[in-house]
């Protein structure tokens, strides 16, 4: 089987897209000796290519000429795979319209179908009128959990044998580490004493303005606790900034900005808790890496983070501000209850392994083959 992975989000570190594609060519790489490999990417002197190469010379890197999304997958990418002879595509929201190989299409949410006004008009306009033209044009479909199958399905108005739930996994490097040896990293960021912390991108989605607004009720509590919020710094970072002037929280409130994996492994370690009442994710990924590092999280019930996370972290309505301020306090007072949830939440990360994400993507590579 000759499999492509169009893998130009490999080269976008930082993003969710970046953790998924990165993850599943490695552990496909080191559990596939047996057919061959060829990622279609935009610079093939990507760091990330060169380890591929070292683990698995089955894999071959070709560097398309065609950047344009809008061309390149849908039209360029298609035309290779005759030349290349390619027996199953893999891409990401958008497949060739017309190719050689069979086409699996990951696609990860549809949030901007689901909450449209905390997006702009394009990327409203992408999924509401672009993203069912690929959609019907895929022969298998790859999501992240049960809601965002089903949510495929209702919106998309797509039949459910067509979609495959792949969870995705956590790396290994998220674990508990020597705290003695890190603790550099709390003067690196400048965090003095106890915090709580959120990982993720800065958008309404993710839903800091409750956090911020419930920080206030525990800030005033708490005086020694402080909220540690990690993410780049967007359009959407001045509006939180003057929330926290609003609630007198300057020095409260710490924006740390863009950090490392590292780092963010050694920021779950010493935290009290992560905070991720997200309105909606297609999977969550920082709740189970918090989890790996024995992290007690407090995170929403919506969407998927409930089916990821069950009972090994509190759940919370989103909306509810009360209820995310008496949750963050109940948390922080019950030690007891951190420490269960933290053996919990460690037995519940080990059910989730980029190996097994590889292994079932693999099996649907295969299936999509013998389906007619």
């Known amino acids: 089987m000759k499999i492509g992975i169009e893998s130009h989000f490999a080269e976008r570190e930082g993003s969710g897209n970046c953790t998924y594609t990165q993850n599943l060519i490695r552990n496909l790489a080191l559990i596939d000796k047996e057919n061959k490999y060829i990622l279609y990417c935009e610079n093939k002197d990507f760091y990330f290519y060169k380890e591929i190469k070292k683990v698995n010379p089955n894999f071959k890197i070709v560097e398309l000429r065609v950047k344009n999304i809008f061309f390149k997958v849908p039209f360029y990418l298609g035309f290779i795979t005759y030349k290349d002879k390619i027996d199953v595509i893999h891409t990401q929201y958008y497949c060739p319209l017309i190719s050689r190989g069979k086409r699996v299409v990951t696609v990860h949410d549809i949030i901007p179908l689901i909450y449209p006004d905390v997006f702009n008009w394009f990327e409203v306009f992408k999924q509401r009128f672009i993203l069912p033209l690929f959609i019907r044009r895929a022969d298998k479909i790859i999501t992240g959990s049960n809601k965002s199958k089903e949510d495929?399905?209702?919106?998309?108005?797509?039949?459910?044998?067509?979609?495959?739930?792949?969870?995705?996994?956590?790396?290994?490097?998220?674990k508990i580490i020597d705290h003695d040896?890190?603790?550099?990293?709390?003067?690196?960021?400048?965090?003095?004493?106890?915090?709580?912390?959120?990982?993720?991108?800065?958008?309404?989605?993710?839903?800091?303005?409750?956090?911020?607004?419930?920080f206030t009720g525990v800030a005033a509590r708490d005086n020694s606790i402080i909220l540690v919020i990690a993410g780049n710094k967007n359009e959407y970072f001045s509006e939180l900034d003057n929330l926290v002037k609003e609630y007198n929280l300057e020095g409260k409130v710490k924006?740390?900005?863009?950090?490392?994996?590292?780092?963010?492994?050694?920021?779950?370690?010493?935290?009290?808790?992560?905070?991720?009442?997200?309105?909606?994710?297609?999977?969550?990924?920082?709740?189970?890496?918090?989890?790996a590092c024995g992290c007690p999280v407090v995170t929403s019930k919506w969407s998927s983070l409930g089916e990821i996370a069950e009972d090994c972290a509190l759940l919370i309505d989103p909306k509810n501000v009360d209820e995310i301020k008496d949750t963050m306090l109940i948390l922080l007072k019950d030690r007891s209850r951190r420490n269960r949830l933290v053996k919990k939440g460690i037995r519940r990360a080990k059910e989730f392994s980029w190996e097994i994400t590889a292994k079932k993507t693999l099996q649907a590579y295969k299936k999509v083959l013998k389906d007619k």
């Open 255 to 291: 924006f740390i900005g863009y950090i490392s994996n590292k780092d963010n492994i050694r920021l779950l370690n010493f935290a009290e808790f992560l905070i991720f009442p997200s309105l909606y994710e297609g999977f969550g990924l920082p709740v189970l890496e918090a989890m």
């Open 181 to 214: 040896k890190e603790i550099d990293v709390l003067n690196k960021f400048g965090i003095r004493g106890s915090y709580i912390y959120y990982i993720g991108r800065l958008d309404p989605r993710k839903n800091l303005e409750n956090v911020i607004k419930a």
């Open 152 to 174: 495929i399905c209702s919106y998309l108005k797509v039949k459910g044998n067509k979609i495959v739930k792949i969870y995705d996994g956590v790396s290994k490097d998220y």
